[in-house]
């Protein structure tokens, strides 16, 4: 049992893990992208967007913080100074509200006053150059599709275009997988967000694949700085993670804020199969005794991984969508993986 930490040091130790940003190579190459679209469209030209896609849990929120982080608005005589401007759009949002978000989020008093989409793109540019505005953030985009008609898709696609054009700012567009059938309903939409980049659930059906998730599970054992190790990186703590969590860094990271808030609380040195054990089944309703992959014998575990077109549900979901986009995750046998 180790020494009882104070509430302070609790809550401090927990901070520190829960905003924890863990940039892979990869992550590290998106952040430096939404740099290079900045800089770059300083220069002149089309301005240079970009469009992150992936499932729910594939880390997407963290990267948009951690790059909010870095390009933090700031106060100054002249007014605020937002490099960065983050806009979330709710469901089944349209274009117009698309702008009227974009001037809610740029402080504007009145931004619901006009649905002209004329004079919301005019109101956005003279804003954002009172702000100095870089860099244009949508978050959910998906929303501006679901449930649209091929017609209205082009007609969003447009005045997505026309704002960009407009205020010479570009954009980075982050949304579920399916997020890019929008921008391929217009050709000039689409060429300008040549850049995209998605962030994939970890697999483990090959060795690069694997090692990435292992080292995954090695930063998050050394960021919990815990008495004794807790051999996440073994075969044994490694598969069973996996298994729960089927790759996805939003159902894992849960998992582990659970079981690391827990540890420290009670004093324990490591976080044991035990407790991860109890925490899946606190977390889940699904998760029994008798599915619990903390408690099944190895033999007895389930390991899915996902598959090529994760993400894609809710898309093709009674739409008739070719069926080249349904998902096909696997079930891995030990023999096929480890």
């Given amino acids: 049992m180790a020494a009882k930490l104070s509430e302070e040091d609790i809550k401090a130790k927990l901070a520190r893990f829960r905003s924890a940003f863990l940039a892979s190579p990869f992550l590290k190459a998106v952040l430096d992208e939404l740099d290079e679209c900045r800089e770059l469209s300083k220069l002149g030209g089309d301005p240079e967007c970009m469009i992150v896609t992936g499932d729910t849990g594939a880390g997407k929120t963290s990267l948009i913080n ?3 982080e870095l390009n933090a608005r700031k106060n100054s005589y002249e ?7 983050l806009t979330t759009l709710p ?3 349209n274009s117009v509200a698309l702008f009227q978000q974009i001037l809610t989020d740029l402080g504007h008093p009145y931004p619901f006053e006009s649905n002209n989409e ?6 956005i540019k003279d804003l954002a150059r009172n702000c100095r ?12 599709m679901e449930k649209k008609s091929l017609t209205i898709l082009k007609k969003t696609a447009n005045s997505i275009k026309s704002l960009i054009v407009d205020t010479k700012i570009p954009m980075a567009l982050f949304g579920m997988p399916y997020s890019s059938v929008i921008l391929d309903s217009v050709s000039q939409l689409s060429s300008r967000f040549e850049r995209r980049r998605t962030l994939s659930p970890f697999r483990i059906s090959t060795e690069d694949e694997r090692n990435k998730f292992l080292k995954l599970l090695s930063c998050f054992e050394t960021l919990m700085d815990l008495p004794e190790p807790s051999n996440f990186q073994s075969d044994d703590m490694s598969r069973r993670l996996y298994a729960y969590s089927s790759g996805n860094f939003k159902k894992l990271k849960n998992l582990l804020n659970s079981a690391y808030k827990a540890a420290i609380e009670n004093g324990e040195l490591h976080i044991s199969k035990n407790r991860l054990a109890e925490e899946a089944r606190s977390r889940s309703s699904t998760v029994e005794e008798k599915n619990n992959p903390f408690l099944l014998p190895m033999h007895k575990l389930k390991v899915i991984e996902p598959g090529k077109y994760v993400g894609w549900d809710d898309y093709t979901q009674g739409k008739g969508v070719n069926l080249r986009f349904k998902d096909n995750p696997k079930e891995l046998s030990f023999s096929d993986v480890f």
Avoid: C, S, W
Avoid at 79 to 85: A, D, F, K, M, Q
């Fill in 66 to 68: 951690k790059y909010l």
């Fill in 79 to 85: 007014g605020t100074v937002i490099p960065v401007l």
């Fill in 91 to 93: 469901g089944e949002a």
């Fill in 118 to 123: 004329v004079q919301l793109r005019k109101q």
């Fill in 133 to 144: 505005l870089e860099l244009i953030i949508v978050d959910e985009f998906q929303h501006l």
